[in-house]
């Protein structure tokens, strides 16, 4: 059990499919200086493909973690190929039954830094038919910390996109 974290910073809250959350992830994408680490589970929303490509084309550095299940199938409308093939470190999770985590780690090593998590997957169905949260916690630096080395956590024990496509028949 990890020891407590101090409420700091700031909470933006949105709900499907009433407030958009992908507006507001979007928008904390596209503020973001150094670094994004995404976990995904299931990705189709091209629009925040589209935007993670413009951030690395702008010199962030971006890394996606995603779940195995959601990528061994090929017609489900997923972006991480679309990623990968753009130059974007991706990663598969293969150690777990699901791999569910919805996260993305916006600048975690600096003041600015953002975490954004809640139930919302990163599809048009969590956008526009689902209820879903989305919750964008800004500027706790432990948070921050504590999400990273989770995150890491994870990588250490994923396997790189391109060696899980050539594993996969």
């Known amino acids: 059990v990890r020891d ?7 909470v933006e ?3 499907s ?3 958009d959350p992908q507006a507001a992830l979007l928008r904390a994408v596209d503020g973001a200086r150094r670094e994004i680490y995404v976990q995904s589970y299931l990705f189709t929303s091209r629009a925040l ?12 550095h971006v890394e996606v973690l995603a779940d195995a299940g959601m990528n061994r199938r090929r017609d489900n ?3 991480i190929p679309l990623l990968a093939s753009s130059g974007i470190a ?5 150690a777990y039954a699901n791999a569910h985590n919805k996260v993305i780690l916006i600048d975690p090593q600096t003041e600015h830094c953002a975490v954004v998590t809640g139930s919302y ?4 169905s969590a956008r526009n038919r689902n209820a ?3 919750l964008i916690l800004r500027g706790n630096r432990q948070l921050a910390a504590a999400y990273l080395d989770n995150w890491k956590r994870h990588r250490a024990q994923a396997v790189p996109y391109e060696q899980f496509r050539k594993q996969e028949p």
């Open 4 to 10: 407590t974290i101090a409420a700091t910073g700031s």
């Open 13 to 15: 809250v949105a709900f």
């Open 17 to 19: 499919p009433w407030d």
């Open 49 to 60: 493909a589209f935007s993670l490509q413009q951030a690395k084309q702008r010199g962030v």
């Open 77 to 79: 409308g997923s972006q």
């Open 90 to 94: 991706v990663a598969i999770e293969t």
């Open 121 to 124: 997957n990163f599809t048009w």
């Open 132 to 134: 879903e949260n989305l």
